[in-house]
Every structure is written in C-alpha cells, then in structure tokens.
C-alpha cells in the first residue's frame, strides 16, 4: 500500500507569489493534517481536516488556507508568499480524527523555497 | 499554553553506547506523549508512543516511560547503531482538542563507528 504522498517534493517561488501543495492520504484515512517545519525546529500545526471538515487551525495568518477533497486528498494553499514561509511542509494522515489512538503517518514533505 | 522541551543537540556518541534524550513537557489535559524519528530527506517516522501515566513506549530498542509526577518521557537506548543517526523529536498530543501534535525542536544525534 501506498503510504501518504506529497507532490511536489521541491518547489522554488518568488515573494508575493501563491503556491498549492497537494497531499494524499492512506487508502481509507479520513483525517489530514499539514504542519510546517522551519530549517532546525520541530513541525508546527497548520490545519486539520476530517470529512472534508476543518477541526483544527495553528496560529498562521489568513494567508494560508486548506481544503479536503470528497476522496480525502487535501490542499494547503500559501498566498502572498514571503521568505519566512520558506521551510518543508509536512502532511499527515490518520484513520480517524484521535491521534491519541491512531498513529499519524506523514509523508516525505514538500521542500518550498522562496526567493 | 501546551509545549515541549527537549534536550538540545548534536549528540554524538560512538556506536554501542548509552544513549539518553531528555524530554519534559508542559500540558493543561492529560496528554499522550510520542517520540518521531526523521532521517535524512525523509519525513516523520512514529517510534513510540505511551498513552498513560507509566505506560512505557518501546520499538526497535528505544524506550520511553511516561512519567507524570516529574512531566517527563525521556528517550532511552541500552546501545545505539550508526544506523540511528538521525533526529529524534519529542511530541504530545491531547484528546478533545483540535487533534494537533505540539512538537519539541528535536535533537540530531550522530553515532560514529
């Protein structure tokens, strides 16, 4: 089985462009959420969707926006990019919307510079 | 607010040795408690978890217990490999709350042959 893919792997943009990661879950996963992750620190929460429903946002501007699609794969949306929003972006994916009794498996990340 | 701190690395160590990373955490709920692994290039790898006070989470000869009176879940390894090299990341989440994982900043270790 395929485990969560993230496309695209690398990803080089300008400042003041937007950018569309795209994510698929685990066959028969419900639940996606993406995180960032700055050179040299942990991930940080972004969004949680489940059943194409947001159930979580981290503390990131308006810029950033997230939708589910009807067969679970997901979208994290980067507008008015700036060079801080440069780091890799992380997807996740979880049978249900309860880490605590799932595992949540996370995909290889997109690495996005912005320039 | 909830947070996680983790020992700072590199550590390095000579392959066979003791290894220890020390994780303490700060949690309003009753958080369950993760260690993540990511090698080079790669994404987040699961390697335990302990869902309850003294649960002790164990995978591949890594153990962690869940301890509530001193908030800790240190990262133990009787003799580390150089195939362990990598960063190790303490994490929690807590239930009923928008399902995130709140991770630490990770510490990389290096084993040396």
Redesign the interface.
């Known amino acids: 089985d395929a485990g969560?893919t993230q496309s695209p792997t690398h990803l080089i943009k300008t400042r003041g462009q937007h950018v569309t990661l795209r994510c698929s879950p685990i066959s028969g996963h419900k639940?996606v959420?993406w995180?960032q992750q700055v050179l040299?620190?942990?991930?940080?929460?972004i969004f949680?969707y489940y059943e194409k429903e947001e159930?979580?946002?981290?503390n990131f501007p308006d810029r950033f926006s997230a939708r589910q699609f009807p067969n679970y794969s997901s979208e994290l949306n980067v507008n008015a990019l700036l060079l801080g929003d440069s780091a890799l972006y992380?997807c996740?994916s979880s049978s249900n919307?309860?880490?605590?009794?799932t595992?949540?498996?996370?995909?290889?990340?997109t690495r996005l510079t912005v320039v | 607010g909830d947070s996680v701190t983790q020992m700072e690395g590199p550590v390095t160590l000579s392959e066979e040795a003791f290894l220890t990373i020390n994780c303490t955490y700060t949690a309003t709920g009753y958080p369950s408690l993760f260690w993540y692994v990511q090698y080079p290039g790669e994404g987040l790898q699961l390697l335990l978890k302990a869902t309850k006070a003294d649960d002790k989470g164990s995978n591949k000869g890594f153990e962690a217990t869940y301890r509530k009176e001193t908030t800790s879940f240190h990262l133990e390894k009787g003799s580390v490999q150089v195939s362990d090299s990598a960063v190790y990341f303490c994490a929690l989440s807590i239930l009923n709350r928008d399902d995130k994982i709140i991770f630490g900043k990770g510490t990389r270790l290096h084993i040396l042959p």
């Open positions: 969560v639940s959420s995180y040299g620190q942990g991930p940080q929460f949680q159930r979580g946002r981290g992380l996740a919307d309860r880490v605590r009794n595992e949540a498996f996370f995909g290889q990340g």
